[in-house]
Structure formats: structure tokens, C-alpha cells
């Protein structure tokens, strides 16, 4: 599968460390981590990832306001919202913010591959 | 799932100690319920006759099914539906109570009548927590601790324990206490959940030694964690917020749109809150306990 850039953004140490340590395992080399949403999005506009994963509660700026941001600045970023809260109210939120996919923690891997390998397709097929 | 509260009941109870306790729910698991619990379970045989079918057995090569079919004390078909049944886990434990000893068959049976009957669960409800619905186990429970009406809080401990069963440990029981005004302890997680309009917020706490979030962050994290450092507290400030998540999808599944702000994991704090704790609930599980703190989570969606 194609190298793809990934940005981890999580508050969650535990959940970034166990992203990272499966998509590590799956062959991915150039995966970066945020703490927050406005750590996402400097390091979205520093490395211009192919994926962005985002949770929602985190401190400073949440993943939805990560998100309008990342869109506003590079709108070929895919941003998928990962996250526990799951709600109607913010899977339309979401949406309407352009996120590509909204996973509910926990998160299976499986489910980011699926992603990725979509990505990667798109990505090669250019 | 219904193993630890009827096993919690028997302790309760002092039918069993809680060494006997602990060493059952360890030996379920590698446990095969046999027809004789099943038949009980089902009200479809005695204990007596139970009883007499092993009696039986010692004087004769045949298997169990075939004896009780024999003298008449259960029918063929019936004998087929239990070889099917898929055994719940209440029945793995009442096996490994007998298989050790520790009880008879009469003990199980009696118990098991007393617990149904104690607890004024209808075959229907009694079948539901035998499947995994434990939220009609709680009920039963809530209605004793006064808090039964409060529909926000049930379902919060409800989803708690079932999340505490799928991620930490499967042999959890829970005690639910009485309110209390403060509370301290070696740590603390908080999250506050929040209403739709974000005018009301509401505190959830897990607070405990530090070597119950020692143990609360390895089971979580599925890795070793033996210093109270940056993985102890992503792990269990992760937990919480895991289940408040889950919470709040569920409260939006009915119609209540909640949300909440980032979890807090502190050292050595003392509980200080805006709303009066609503309840204070001990979560026991096999290598440690610690306190679930709620405060008045129906006060969200008024």
C-alpha cells in the first residue's frame, strides 16, 4: 500500500500510542501526532498528511473545529472524526463540515485500513 | 455477565465466603455446565432428582440424560433443548460451586429460587439479565438504594457496568451506596458532562488508590502499567471518557443531545463539585476496586 501521511490527533497518550504502534505494524512509516485540534492543524498545514484522525473532546480546540480549519485550508485532506461521542448532533455536525468518515471509539483498526487502502487506491490511480 | 451479581448475592448472603466466591469465578471459565444445572435452572428437574440421576450413575454405565429419561423424571425432547442450550454465565459459576464443593445442588437450587424471588424478577426480566441485560438486575438493585425513578442515572450505571465488562474485567460486581457530601481520595478522574445548550453541567468521577488505577489503566491499556505516570492517567482518563462517550450516544439514541469536555485525571484531589454527589457506586473487580461518583444527571435534560 502507498506510504500514506497520517496525523494521530488525540489528547489521549494511550490512544495515539495505540494507533501508532498498529498502523506501524501495518507498514506505516510517516505517521505525526497531535495533542489537540490546533496542534492538528499546524502540523496539517507543516506536513500535508493524506489522512487526518480526529477526536472530538480534546482541550484548546475541538476535533470539529479542527476540522472546519483543516478543510478551510487544504480541502483535499482527508479528515476522519474519531471519536467516543458519537452523536446525532455531532455526526451532523461532521458532515456538514466535510469529515470523510466518523468512526466510533473504540476504534478497530480494520476500520482505518479500509480507509487508507481507499485512499491509497485514489492516490495511485492520480 | 449475570455470574458476578448472583455470585455477589450468594456473598451477600453468606452462602459462600469470599475466598469460595473468588475461586468459583475463576474456575468458570474453564467450567462445562452440565444437565443436571441446566434442568435446575429451567425448573425443569429437582435438585433431588438431580440427585438420584448421579446416584444413579455410580451403579450404572449410562449418561445422564438417558437415566433421568429412564425414571421418568424429564422428557426426551427437553433433554435435547438443554444438550443445545447455549449456558449462561450465572450457571458456569452455580457449576463451579458445586464442582468445588463448596455447594450442593440443593444449596444452587434454593439459592438460585431465593435470589429470583428476593429480587422480584419476573421469569421474563430473570431471562433478560440471564442474557446480558443487566440494566433490569440494576433496577432491581436501584429500587432498594431509593434511586430507581431516576431514568439518567440507571442508564449511566447500567452502561457503565456493561462497559466495564467489555473492556476491564468480566467478573466486576458493583455495591450501590449512599449519597455522600465529599469525598477524597489517592486519585481521581473527572469528566463533566454537559447539557445540549451547554448552561448545565453534571460531574462523573472514577476515584480510587493508586494502585486500583494502576490496575483500572493495565486492564484498560492491555499492557503492563506499574508507575502512576503519563499511562496510568491517559488510560484511565481514556476509560471515562470512553464510557461517557458511549453515554451520551445512548442519551441521544433517546432523544437527549448531551455533550462534555475533556476528561481530568488529578493526584490527591478532594471532590469539589457545583451539583450534590446523586451516588456513590463501589466497582469491585478481581485485582482492585474503586469508586464510580455521580452527580444529577436527569438535571441535563430538564
Known amino acids: ?126 | 455477565m449475570f455470574s458476578q451479581y448472583f455470585g455477589q448475592y450468594l456473598f451477600n448472603q453468606g452462602l459462600v465466603k469470599a475466598s469460595e466466591l473468588e475461586r468459583a469465578l475463576i474456575a468458570q471459565n474453564d467450567i462445562r455446565v452440565k444437565l443436571g444445572v441446566l434442568a435446575i435452572n429451567r425448573g425443569w428437574m429437582t435438585a433431588e432428582q438431580v440427585d438420584a440421576v448421579h446416584h444413579a450413575q455410580t451403579r450404572m454405565d449410562k449418561r445422564f440424560g438417558e437415566i433421568a429419561i429412564e425414571l421418568g423424571f424429564i422428557e426426551e425432547h427437553l433433554i435435547e433443548e438443554l444438550l443445545i442450550a447455549q449456558p449462561s454465565a450465572h450457571l458456569a459459576l452455580g457449576q463451579a460451586l458445586i464442582d468445588h464443593e463448596i455447594m450442593s445442588y440443593e444449596d444452587f437450587a434454593q439459592a438460585l429460587n431465593q435470589y429470583k424471588q428476593e429480587n422480584s424478577l419476573s421469569d421474563e426480566q430473570f431471562h433478560a439479565i440471564v442474557n446480558g441485560d443487566i440494566k433490569v438486575l440494576l433496577e432491581a438493585e436501584l429500587v432498594n438504594a431509593g434511586i430507581s425513578g431516576d431514568s439518567a442515572l440507571v442508564d449511566y450505571i447500567s452502561l457503565f457496568a456493561k462497559n466495564m465488562i467489555r473492556f476491564i474485567d468480566s467478573g466486576i460486581r458493583m455495591e450501590i451506596g449512599h449519597t455522600s457530601d465529599s469525598l477524597s481520595a489517592e486519585w481521581m478522574a473527572q469528566q463533566l458532562i454537559q447539557s445540549e445548550n451547554y448552561s448545565i453541567d453534571r460531574l462523573t468521577v472514577i476515584a480510587g488508590s493508586e494502585q486500583a488505577f494502576l490496575r483500572l489503566a493495565s486492564k484498560y491499556a492491555q499492557e503492563n502499567v506499574d508507575t502512576a505516570g503519563e499511562m496510568m492517567v491517559a488510560a484511565v482518563g481514556e476509560f471515562l471518557n470512553l464510557h461517557n462517550g458511549i453515554y451520551l450516544v445512548h442519551r441521544s439514541n433517546q432523544g437527549a443531545e448531551l455533550n462534555m469536555l475533556p476528561q481530568m485525571v488529578k493526584r490527591g484531589s478532594e471532590l469539589i463539585t457545583d451539583s450534590p454527589i446523586k451516588t456513590i457506586i463501589q466497582v469491585i473487580g478481581s485485582e482492585f476496586s474503586f469508586y464510580l461518583i455521580v452527580t444529577n444527571l436527569s438535571e441535563l435534560t430538564s
Not at chain 1, 492538528?40 to 473545529?65: F, H, R, S, Y
Not at chain 1, 455531532?90 to 463540515?97: E, P, R, T, V
Open chain 1, 1 to 126: 500500500m502507498y506510504d500514506l501521511r497520517i496525523v494521530l490527533c488525540d489528547d489521549s497518550m494511550l490512544v495515539r500510542k495505540k494507533l501508532k504502534d498498529a498502523l506501524t505494524d501495518k507498514g506505516f512509516t510517516q505517521l505525526f501526532e497531535a495533542v489537540d485540534g490546533e496542534q492538528a492543524v499546524a502540523l496539517c498545514l507543516k506536513e500535508n498528511p493524506d489522512l487526518v484522525l480526529l477526536d472530538i473532546t480534546m482541550p484548546k480546540m475541538d476535533g470539529l473545529e479542527a476540522l472546519q480549519e483543516i478543510k478551510m485550508n487544504n480541502p483535499s485532506i482527508k479528515v476522519v472524526i474519531a471519536s467516543s461521542l458519537g452523536t446525532q448532533a455531532n455526526l451532523m455536525k461532521a458532515i456538514k463540515l466535510g469529515a470523510d468518515n466518523f468512526l466510533q471509539k473504540p476504534i478497530e483498526i480494520e476500520a482505518i485500513l479500509d480507509i487508507l487502502h481507499k485512499i491509497s487506491k485514489q492516490r495511485g490511480e492520480r
